[in-house]
């Protein structure tokens, strides 16, 4: 008993996080290593002996004291020793046996940082780094103070596990150093399958906490998809519905317009776990809603972005750690760009790398906005395919140039099977007469035409700012009609309220009605409307939003025609942010004015926008080439090199008055509070001098006054601070 009042003092958590105590932290952790050991073909005794060792060294006495106090001690990493737990927990090596340290220290010393700065790191925080700038000496002699006071504490914990063991003397545990940092040293290029292990397990353990069992007991179960192969499914009206899905090649292609069925095709093309992305978090949502509905007893989940990124005195980021989800669900429901991490090297790629491995992937509407978007796809895959995965991808709007490296990468006909729908099927898919009109000014006169109609009027705009101030001012002119917001800048809980509200108070209602949005409504939204007014944009971008109006395809809508209404494209070039001015302009060009949408032209017209494609652009930052991986084990790069190139929300604010009721939340409840801003935003703009909670994803607190639950973060805060 004295044993267990002991243990029962020692914190694995502060109390922001919950306040977890060590041996409840270790037996969670060891639940959920076990599980996914199994489940992943990793050694299940290393696996436990990793999950015990992993934490061991927060029983120093330094790092109990800032646990007590719940302190979070920003370290000059240049001129001052940190104390890294997980050294600190090397130090024990010497419990196990000598053939297991190479796994053990691949579980541990890295599960929290890289062990060596690479690419663009400043921060330096690894155990090569600190060796090299202070001496393996300095280092040690850090790690192992107070060693008379703490070690018999350590000893007991391993024999409380199973894991008897002799005293273990300051020599051994010198030992243990040295071989760590010898070890490390090596530079061995590849990735490390345990270091996934440990970081998956830990992070599910800290999530769940007392629930791990309970949790873990679901994952790794294929998705049951009978209600996508039910009869009663297939339909003429749906035609890839009416087509076989059994082909043995591994991979698929398929190009439809959207209402054809690609997204029962794609699932019915799936074996094993699957992995389904979509361009934005508002079409995850959606489709995370409409895949718990049709599989309830599968582990469906949804991925929210969120990252913690901590902000020094000199307005750089000093850490971002990515908020993984949990690994082991039979369906997760992500935007492609939350599995770049794998092609870049992020912080925590190996355990989403585990997690893919040899499942199916779903990129559904993949889009070519950029030459980045078309890099980071390319990348992504050739990682998939490396991590042996069956990758489907659908799409209305995929360039021929494109599609040649794509199938060049996935090894050809014979391993990919390729659908396409026949030009007769192709022209029953007419339903859009398009015009092009000079500013959104002329379309007023549109509008209130329309709303006389009983139309329901979407309006779409590139930016957030623009959707902002076209919501006032229609509001201003508009004041009896139904009308609403939607973008990306709300809290996390307001953003789902709107996002059911569009369904049930304009979608399924018979009234004029208006919605002002930016792209979230792209695509996977399954919303209908009668109208369009939209800014200038990519080809693929915009045949996403024509894809909101006259959506329903039914018996009486076949060759029915809805009008949108194409805002022309100003001269100048930051006006057609965040896209790139050329591809706006060209794609403008090519559509027809005052005529139908030929869905037998669209590939045409796609591929005199995008003629040529480059990859190459993010070539360099991936970790992968044709040789083998370019990056050492046990290494990340924690600034995303795909944070830097894309505007993704990937930091997040809440409002003063939410700050108590976030840092009391518990777990994912805490996203309910969240706005989502992008890294760009974070380093680019002086947030130092804002306050930064040092709890959940690390939120800035921001003034009650800049949002607005109906039209989100405040264009003051958009225009003057983000």
């Known amino acids: 008993m004295k044993l267990e009042s002991d243990f029962r003092r020692i914190l694995a958590k502060g109390k922001k996080s919950g306040g977890t105590k060590l041996i409840e932290h270790i037996s969670h952790v060891i639940i959920a290593t076990k599980k996914i050991a199994v489940n992943t073909g990793l050694d299940i005794e290393i696996a436990r002996k990793g999950a015990v060792l992993h934490d061991i060294g927060k029983i120093h006495p330094v790092f109990?004291?800032?646990?007590?106090?719940d302190r979070f001690d920003r370290v000059n990493y240049l001129t001052e020793i940190p104390l890294r737990h997980e050294i600190s927990s090397i130090l024990f090596l010497h419990a196990f046996d000598a053939k297991d340290w190479p796994l053990l220290i691949e579980m541990v010393i890295g599960h929290h940082k890289s062990i060596k700065a690479i690419s663009s790191d400043k921060n330096q925080r690894g155990i090569i780094d600190l060796v090299n700038r202070f001496g393996d000496g300095e280092i040690f002699k850090r790690h192992s103070e107070y060693w008379q006071g703490w070690y018999i504490l350590a000893k007991d914990f391993l024999n409380y596990f199973g894991y008897e063991t002799n005293e273990i003397n300051l020599i051994n545990a010198e030992k243990s150093f040295n071989y760590t940092v010898d070890y490390c040293d090596q530079e061995i290029l590849g990735w490390?399958?345990?270091?996934?292990?440990?970081?998956?397990?830990?992070?599910?353990?800290?999530?769940?906490?007392?629930?791990?069992?309970?949790?873990?007991?679901?994952?790794?179960?294929?998705?049951?998809?009978?209600?996508?192969?039910?009869?009663?499914?297939?339909?003429l009206l749906y035609p890839l519905s009416k087509l076989n899905t059994?082909?043995?090649?591994?991979?698929?292609?398929?190009?439809?317009?959207?209402?054809?069925?690609?997204?029962?095709?794609?699932?019915?093309?799936?074996?094993?776990?699957?992995?389904?992305?979509?361009?934005?978090?508002?079409?995850?949502?959606?489709?995370?809603?409409?895949?718990?509905?049709?599989?309830?007893?599968?582990?469906?989940?949804?991925?929210?972005s969120a990252s913690k990124l901590i902000i020094d005195s000199e307005n750089r980021i000093t850490e971002e750690k990515t908020l993984q989800s949990l690994s082991g669900s039979s369906i997760k429901v992500l935007t492609p760009y939350q599995i770049a991490g794998i092609a870049l090297g992020t912080s925590g790629y190996e355990s989403i790398a585990l997690d893919l491995m040899g499942n199916d992937v779903i990129l559904d509407e993949i889009h070519t906005y950029s030459e980045n978007s078309m890099s980071i796809l390319y990348e992504i895959i050739k990682m998939l395919i490396h991590l042996k995965c069956r990758i489907h991808i659908g799409s209305a709007t995929f360039p021929t140039s494109l599609q040649r490296v794509i199938k060049d990468l996935l090894g050809g006909e014979k391993n990919i099977y390729e659908v396409k729908l026949s030009n007769d099927i192709l022209q029953s898919f007419n339903r859009h007469v398009i015009h092009k009109?000079?500013?959104?000014?002329?379309?007023?006169?549109?509008?209130?035409?329309?709303?006389?109609?009983?139309?329901?009027?979407?309006?779409?705009?590139?930016?957030?700012?623009?959707?902002?101030?076209?919501?006032?001012?229609?509001s201003e002119l508009f004041p009896n009609t139904k009308m609403m917001l939607l973008h990306s800048r709300f809290k996390r809980k307001d953003r789902a309220e709107l996002e059911d509200k569009i369904k049930k108070e304009f979608d399924e209602i018979d009234e004029p009605c208006i919605v002002v949005s930016t792209q979230v409504v792209e695509v996977s939204l399954d919303i209908s409307f009668d109208k369009l007014i939209t800014d200038a944009a990519p080809i693929d971008s915009l045949i996403q939003r024509f894809g909101r109006v006259n959506r329903r395809r039914e018996e009486t809508t076949i060759g029915k025609f809805k009008h949108v209404h194409i805002i022309k494209n100003s001269d100048k070039k930051v006006d057609t942010l965040p896209y790139n001015y050329e591809t706006v302009v060209a794609s403008f060009n090519v559509l027809p004015d005052n005529g139908v949408l030929q869905e037998t032209n669209i590939q045409q017209l796609i591929d005199e926008v995008y003629k040529d494609v480059n990859i190459g652009s993010l070539k360099s930052h991936s970790i992968i080439n044709e040789y083998g991986f370019t990056i050492p084990k046990l290494c990340n790069i924690p600034k995303s090199v795909l944070l830097d190139a894309l505007e993704i929300n990937s930091a997040s604010c809440i409002v003063a008055s939410d700050e108590e009721n976030y840092i009391l939340a518990k777990g994912d409840n805490k996203r309910l509070f969240e706005i989502p801003i992008s890294y760009q935003t974070i380093y680019n703009k002086n947030f130092s001098k804002?306050?930064?909670?040092?709890?959940?994803?690390?939120?800035?607190?921001?003034?009650?006054?800049?949002?607005?639950?109906?039209?989100?973060?405040?264009?003051?805060?958009?225009?003057?601070?983000?």
Not at 704 to 719: A, M, Q, V
């Open 64 to 69: 109990q004291n800032k646990l007590l106090e």
């Open 192 to 235: 490390s399958k345990y270091r996934g292990l440990l970081m998956a397990s830990d992070h599910f353990a800290s999530a769940m906490a007392y629930d791990t069992e309970q949790y873990i007991c679901k994952a790794f179960e294929k998705p049951k998809l009978d209600f996508f192969f039910n009869k009663n499914r297939e339909s």
């Open 246 to 304: 059994t082909d043995s090649r591994q991979h698929t292609i398929v190009i439809a317009p959207t209402g054809a069925g690609k997204t029962d095709f794609l699932i019915k093309r799936c074996k094993n776990r699957i992995f389904y992305t979509l361009p934005f978090q508002a079409s995850i949502n959606a489709m995370y809603k409409r895949l718990i509905e049709t599989c309830p007893t599968d582990d469906v989940r949804v991925l929210h």
């Open 437 to 474: 009109i000079d500013s959104f000014d002329n379309s007023i006169e549109i509008i209130t035409e329309g709303l006389k109609k009983s139309e329901k009027i979407l309006i779409v705009c590139n930016r957030i700012k623009t959707a902002q101030q076209r919501f006032e001012l229609l």
């Open 690 to 722: 804002i306050k930064q909670l040092e709890c959940g994803s690390w939120p800035f607190v921001v003034a009650d006054e800049l949002y607005d639950s109906i039209k989100g973060l405040g264009i003051n805060l958009t225009s003057n601070i983000l």
